[in-house]
């Protein structure tokens, strides 16, 4: 490809714990999946390196306890980085490892590069301020001064997501969690976020209330074009948003490559499993 | 077992201790300085941060003014005049334009004040995010980042319930363009003085221990969204029934004779200054 | 001659103060400063705990003026403090050396030193004595009298016992971690403010100059379902510990050298709290840690109480309100939490006008929308 990456992570680690003798040397460490027996270091994500291409839908899944939430929120800057790099290509941050900025311009960051959709809507909406107020919160951050702007911006987003304009007013811990989730999703595009990570979005939704949301990320992908990070348990989620798949497993990435591909043809045994359970 | 009180109450090295807090908010304007605010014979929340930098400032040949929501005979403003009084000597006035220090808890004065004068502000809460955050280790990083959405978004959901701010006193203003500060429980009418203020504006929270300050010529800028801009108490078609004045923050009261809501200017001293004048142009016109 | 000021709040005060007096004097009764230091030995000791200055004439003193209201008498005394010189720091004080009244441990019977009652209400029967009424100073003496003769029969030791601590008896058997002595010099809460995350000798400070009811109350929720800490009494101990400084100027400390300026009473308590850690091999072990309480005279429940929330302020970790360091200590504060509730009573009107513009401006805002 000859696109530059817009978001390049290397070397990720994050690790829960001091480590010990043990454990401390990453060639000889024998852990039990992530975790060190002898001090209890929990080891999430290790050495975890890809790229994020402008536009795509790159789907990262693995069974829970492999990573790939702390991963996510290692790189929303909700929990910090044990060691590892990544850069962002935009003309302000190029070549400046974002883990090692101030927790000011990371704040910056997360305002105007990165939309983020909690699995839990609690972590990503503010339950007692309304709807509209709360889309309102990220543009504020953004340094927007104008209600009547901010009020227009957060209409029409709502309206993508199918909230209904005359409960635009109302708290979001008055809604189901469907609704929840859509105002979280009209939340984190208010930015017109290059980046948007998706953190089992659909996870704990009704069948239909499920289809209902991957159709709008869909259908925000193709309208906006924003490259995003899905991460997901759950096979067909990926196979219905992701362009190309990262198969994690105790903290390690084991396979990758176009969704079509690692579905179609899993080289990994446990990726096998993982396909053949979904059949 | 008498003990003689000292000059100004305090020992010179808490005097120096909290003048140097006042040093560093004047160096930094609009921010918090911790300091270690004394125990005080009026009671926490009586204005003891004020009490507290008003006798670590002055000196003898100082004039003092002290008002409570705007009149010198407050009772509680009575109560600190005369603790400041019987522990240095210190002149009194009631006259705006005679003062050199005047402490005051709610009001500044309508008269303009001065490059001579400094005034003194009583805050029982320094804090302007305390409603958007409970915790003083996150304010107080809030205000380390420049991170003040919270505040901001307060107000724009205000606008969505209300249809514009609902704010009343003590709204949140701009310091120097950095730091959000709290203007102490002042009508939204007085933010206005502190942009450009001649005068050094001084505030002292002695309960929650923060001194805080804005100086000469500094600008300060009241929170407003482009579209919704701040405004202030109206007091349209209204007047002092005692002087007549039109342009100040007026106090409402019932007329006990008639029942009905007459207003009076809230700052006694500027109403007895009007009616002053007008007795002597009126003496002036009749022998004229 | 012009328009003058009205003096309305200077006389009203005059009048005010003048009637506070009257309200004290009316009864044409007058009571001795030795009379409350001898007879009213629980408001003495908390109004010095609370107010942290210890002196027992003082304290009688404000409890005198304040006629015997106890947040008037913290305050008066806080108020003195603030203009007292303070040139020394004492001496750490070891509660070790204690000359002990009362010692009792909840947790073991057989404490090595033995238990030992004191003075103490808890196996009072709280029936009102009505012969309290006819008192007099010869019944006094007669009781007194009798007393000492009990005392006499009583046999004694020829030398002073040492208490040793409870909890150095268990660290022995390896149930206390053992620790180096801490020897950071404690921040002084009165000479810097308090910021946070603060130390532990912050947290300690403010819990013992804490409102006797406040501390109570935080430590009863605790205890009660909103915290995690339900400790044993391992150790109460009340009695007297002896004061020491250093000489100023010598540069050699030499701690024969130090000078004893007196003693002064304490209540002590150390709580033991089971908790879990993990060991070397990563293996979940219960081990104890320790709450401590300690308070000026004899205030055995605050004690106990400040025991609780030192222990979980150690843990922050738990989401309960006694288990968060602002919320507990900075609410606890007698002359704080008191002047600001009182300060309601001060006039608000400029405030008041500017909540009634501007809900009056609301109020217009939606007619207006609505026509």
Sequence with gaps: ?279 | MKTNTHFAFFDEGSKKEIRRAIMKAVAIPGYQVPFASREMPIARGWGTGGLQITLSIIGKSDVLKVIDQGADESVNAVSIKKLVHETTGVELTEQTNKASVIQSRHRIPEVALTEDQIIVLQVPMPEPLRKVEASEYMTKRMHAEDDYSGVWLMLFEQIMKYGKTATSADHPVYVNGRYVMAPSPIPRFDNSKLHQSEALILLGAGREKKIYAVPPYTNVESLAFEDYPFSVEVFEGKHCHLCGSTDVFLDELIDPETGETIHQCNDTSYCIEQLNKKAEAEVQTSYA | MGYVPVKGGTQAIDASIKRLKYERLKGNETIEIHTIMSTMRGMIDQVMSESSLYSPFLAALAIKQAEGSMEEAVFLMRAHRSTLPRPYYSKTVEPEAMLVERRISASFKDIPGGQLLGATHDYTHRLLDFDLIGESSESIQQWLNNYQMELQQVETFDEVKYFPKVVDYLREEGLFEKYEENNTAPKDITKQSLQFPSTRSERLQVLTRGQTGAVTSLGYASLRGYGQVHPNVGEVRVGAVPIYVGHPNEMEHDTDEDFYIGDIKVTEVESFVPTQVKNANNEYELQFEIGYGICYGQNETKAIAMSILDQCLEHPEADFPTHDEEFVLLHIDSVESTGFISHLKLPHYVTFQSRLDSVRQVKKEVQEVEN
């Design chain 1, 1 to 279: 490809m000859l696109e530059e990456p817009i978001l390049q992570v290397r070397n990720l680690r994050k690790q829960f714990g001091t480590g010990c003798m043990e454990c401390a040397e990453v060639e000889t460490r024998k852990l039990e999946k992530n975790f060190c027996k002898n001090c209890g270091t929990v080891y999430a994500c290790q050495d975890i390196s890809f790229d994020l291409y402008p536009g795509e839908i790159l789907g990262i899944v693995g069974e829970s306890g492999s990573g790939k939430s702390t991963m996510m929120q290692c790189l929303y800057f909700d929990n910090e980085v044990s060691s590892g790099e990544a850069f962002i290509n935009t003309p302000e941050l190029v070549s400046n490892n974002v883990f090692e900025l101030s927790a000011q311009k990371k704040r910056s960051i997360r305002n105007h590069v990165y939309g983020m959709v909690y699995q839990n809507p609690v972590h990503g909406l503010k339950m007692n301020f309304s709807s509209v107020g709360n889309i309102a919160e990220k543009l504020i951050a953004a340094g927007n001064r104008n209600v009547g702007q901010m009020e227009a911006t957060s209409k029409k987003l709502l309206e993508n997501v199918h909230i209904p304009l005359h409960r635009m007013k109302e708290e979001p811990r008055n809604f189901s969690g469907g609704m929840q989730q859509r105002v979280q999703i009209a939340k984190a595009l208010s930015n017109n976020p290059p980046i948007l990570f998706l953190d089992e979005v659909t996870t704990g939704l009704d069948l239909s209330v499920q289809a209902n949301v991957l159709d709008l990320i869909k259908v925000i992908q193709r309208d906006l074009g924003i490259s995003m990070i899905v991460v997901s348990h759950d096979l067909a989620v990926i196979r219905m948003l992701a362009d190309r798949t990262i198969v994690l497993l105790n903290g390690k990435i084991i396979e990758e490559g176009l969704t079509d591909q690692v579905l179609e043809d899993p080289q990994h045994e446990y990726t096998q499993q993982l396909v053949y359970s979904l059949l």
